[in-house]
């Protein structure tokens, strides 16, 4: 069975440029999730969807980040413009239903570096 | 909301000695919990969880964990270390509300010495 799909993996970019990472959950995954983890920390949930709707989005940064996932199954995440404090590991996870304690499944990440 | 707390951001210890890495939480209602473990360079993966039932769960790779409820507690361990354990720890934890908000705490990292 195919994992989720992260692209791309790494990433620089200067300070007040544009980047959009693309996801691919595992077939038949209703929920999907974007982390962020900065080094040395544990993820920090930043939008979760249930199919194309959004369930939660209530850390996410909204004056620069911006998510969308169309016909439930591929997902983007864009920062525009981005700061130095983005650098950050971005995950993409999902799960069968997003409800039960399901097992949340991770891409091995889009690694950011902003200069 | 939920919280999660990890007492011990790292953790040394010498192969084939047990270890225990602390996880404790806060949440008004009941919770689902999770161990996840990130090896260098790689994304999570489960290693166990607790849903219900038994306080005691057994995970991959000769881990477990024993819920606490009174302790709101959720502590992992492993009787003998190896070399392939060193990795970074995650505890999680879920409310059992509408949808699964999934909450992580800020990691142990495990270095196993040889």
Known sequence: ?115 | AQSVTQLDSQVPVFEEAPVELRCNYSSSVSVYLFWYVQYPNQGLQLLLKYLSGSTLVKGINGFEAEFNKSQTSFHLRKPSVHISDTAEYFCAVTEKTSYDKVIFGPGTSLSVIP
């Open chain 1, 1 to 115: 069975e195919a994992g989720v799909a992260q692209s791309p993996r790494y990433k620089i970019i200067e300070k007040r440029q544009s980047v959009a990472f693309w996801c691919n959950p595992i077939s038949g995954h209703a929920t999907l999730y974007w982390y962020q983890q900065i080094l040395g920390q544990g993820p920090k949930l930043l939008i979760q969807f249930q199919n194309n709707g959004v369930v939660d989005d209530s850390q996410l940064p909204k004056d620069r980040f911006s998510a969308e996932r169309l016909k439930g199954v591929d997902s983007t995440l864009k920062i525009q413009p981005a700061k130095l404090e983005d650098s950050a590991v971005y995950l993409c996870a999902s799960s069968l239903t997003g409800t039960s304690g399901n097992t949340i499944y991770f891409g091995e990440g889009s690694w950011l570096t902003v200069v």
